[in-house]
């Protein structure tokens, strides 16, 4: 398994450099994982990216370099201690860096020579090609799909180019994967909305999860569906509810701060009892706080948010399989319940990309609207029922008038003071919960039965974990499991309750500075985590980083 880094200032074509080097990769049949770690700027800054890849899965980043292709010296002076002592740093001659592990070429000389001084980061795609032993076929299917055509020619070129100036450095590894997919946990989420049936989705621009807004856009056409880019997240919401009232599977997505712009609307979902999904993409608050960074800190304001009390579903997605599945679940939950279903994605997740199988979207079937209702006599739309759930006429499609109110109503719909109707309604609406605490799925449980110490994560830190579990129970010296949450709200219970009454240890791994998940066990089981791990920094850790503190700060 080998590392890349590849890094420079903001402006330098780090991202299709790497995006064309990691389907490249993908190409000969390995495992490819990358993620992106970007200062908030147009230009200059420090920007990088890590590539792992490899014949087996890879579930997590890592800091232990092979190889560095700097494009600034700034990149050489932050990441050469990470490099391995027999690694490199690919550069150009002009870089002033000293290293004996220095592979300086006139990558700028030549791209000026081929007439684009832009193509420098091509020229080094071929060279970390010929350093791997890789050959350069299908480069120019891969070329295609990334660069206009008026410049197709040159970019072939400079990777030609460089690929003849390398030697090989490395075995070649013999990759078997080549028919996976290479997606981020973003497309992965905006794919399986198409495939649960989305037709509209709103949402005013915020990073991290604009690229779920950009990939529906480009699909529009051929999925069928409309993207408004609404005039702030309140308008967003709004629409998204009215489309969903009107009988459309609806959608809108947003970060932390815009998510705190939508709570009432959020209510308004519960109390009206229209699907809704919405997905908060976080990053590290409160406010602004850093805008391309990642963060876990948004779990327990989006199970309380809106005043008031209604049934919601919350899922934290763990790596971009489960974002396809739990998305297209999350319509059908949203649709069989008639509730809100909050998806919780982060920067990491959202905009790191990984190979996986194939999706099948057969695997998951979304309900159609509640038509139980015969059509005879007054139509009753919330009429009291044991499970919570009333037929749901779509305005329009029947000769029933179909009323909805943020106010307090009646079976009807009708505004109402009735103490007696408030708890009805009330009581009607969180019945919905018994029948959601029967579709909760367990938490993956990572590891073996022979264990002392139990870790518990959530979301995007299943990668790390996994790789965390294997570092650590192979050396022997302790005996981990974990249980990574993906639903989350209801908390599921059962495997919980039984792990942890076996573990002597039981440590909490998280991003965020309060331990969210650990408070939320506590508060639901009485559950007490022994110890804590947690990063808010708006870095990711990684699996090397939670096997290390496991061992440095005695949580073994």
């Not at 099948?360 to 209702?373: L, T």
């Not at 005879?376 to 919330?382: I, M, N, S, V």
């Not at 019945?431 to 995007?460: A, H, N, V």
């Amino acid at each position: 398994m080998y590392n890349l880094l590849i890094g420079g200032a903001a402006g330098q074509g780090i991202d299709t450099t790497v995006a064309i080097l990691e389907k490249l990769l993908k190409r000969s049949g390995y495992h490819v994982f990358t993620i992106r770690d970007f200062m908030s700027r147009v230009r200059g800054g420090h920007n990088f990216s890590l590539i792992r890849f490899g014949t087996e899965p890879i579930y997590s980043h890592s800091s232990h370099l092979d190889g560095i292709v700097a494009l600034d010296n700034e990149t050489i002076v932050l990441h050469q201690d990470q490099l391995k002592e027999n690694g490199f740093i690919l550069c150009d001659s002009k870089l002033s860096a000293e290293d004996p592990r220095l592979i300086k070429v006139d990558m700028d000389g030549i791209a000026k020579r081929l007439g684009n001084p832009r193509v420098s980061g091509i020229i080094a795609v071929g060279i970390l090609l010929k350093l791997f032993g890789e050959t350069l076929d299908g480069t120019e299917d891969i070329l295609r799909a990334f660069v206009k055509q008026q410049y197709f020619d040159i970019n072939l070129k400079a990777v030609q180019a460089g690929y003849q100036i390398a030697e090989k450095r490395y075995q070649h590894l013999d990759g078997q994967y080549s028919g996976w997919m290479l997606i981020s946990g973003s497309k992965a989420v905006a794919l399986g909305a198409v495939a649960a049936g989305l037709r509209f989705y709103s949402a005013y621009p915020m990073s991290p999860s604009t690229s779920i807004m950009e990939t529906l856009a480009s699909m529009g056409d051929a999925a069928s569906l409309v993207v408004e880019q609404a005039e702030d997240e309140i308008a967003a919401i709004n629409m998204v509810i009215g489309a969903s009232y009107a009988g459309a599977r609806a959608m809108t997505g947003t970060s932390g701060g815009g998510f705190s712009l939508m709570v009432e609307a959020l209510g308004l979902s519960g109390m009206a009892e229209i699907p809704l999904v919405v997905i908060d993409v976080q990053r590290p608050g409160p406010v602004t706080g850093l805008p391309t960074r990642t963060e876990q800190s948004d779990l327990k304001f989006v199970i309380s948010a809106s005043q008031g009390e209604f049934p919601r579903m919350v899922i934290a997605l763990r790596n971009p399989s489960d974002a396809f599945y739990q998305t297209m679940r999350a319509f059908h939950l949203a649709e069989k319940y008639q509730i809100p279903v909050i998806l919780l994605s982060d920067q990491y997740l959202g905009d790191a990309s990984a190979t996986v199988e194939p999706f099948d979207p057969e695997k998951i079937q979304v309900a159609d609207p509640a038509s139980e209702y015969n059509g005879e006599g007054e139509y009753l739309r919330y009429r009291y029922s044991e499970n919570g759930i009333t037929p749901r006429l779509i305005p329009g499609k029947s000769k029933h008038l179909v009323l909805i109110d943020s106010d307090e109503h009646d079976e009807r719909g009708w505004i109402t003071e009735s103490a007696e109707v408030r708890t009805q309604m009330m009581d009607k609406r969180m019945k919905k919960i018994e029948g959601l605490k029967q579709e909760l799925l367990e938490p993956d449980f990572i590891g073996s039965d022979d264990f002392d110490t139990l870790l518990l994560r959530w979301g995007s830190t299943w990668g790390p974990i996994a790789e965390a579990v294997q570092l650590l129970n192979h050396d022997q010296r302790t005996h981990c499991a974990a249980l990574v949450f993906g639903d989350i709200y209801p908390l599921p219970q059962k495997l919980l309750k039984e792990k942890a009454s076996k573990a002597k240890h039981i440590v909490n791994v998280e991003q965020n500075a309060t331990g969210q998940l650990a408070g939320l066990i506590r508060e639901e089981t009485g559950i007490v985590c022994t110890g804590s791990i947690l990063k808010y920094d708006g870095r990711q850790i990684s699996g090397e980083e939670i096997a290390d503190r496991i061992y440095k700060e005695g949580l073994k």
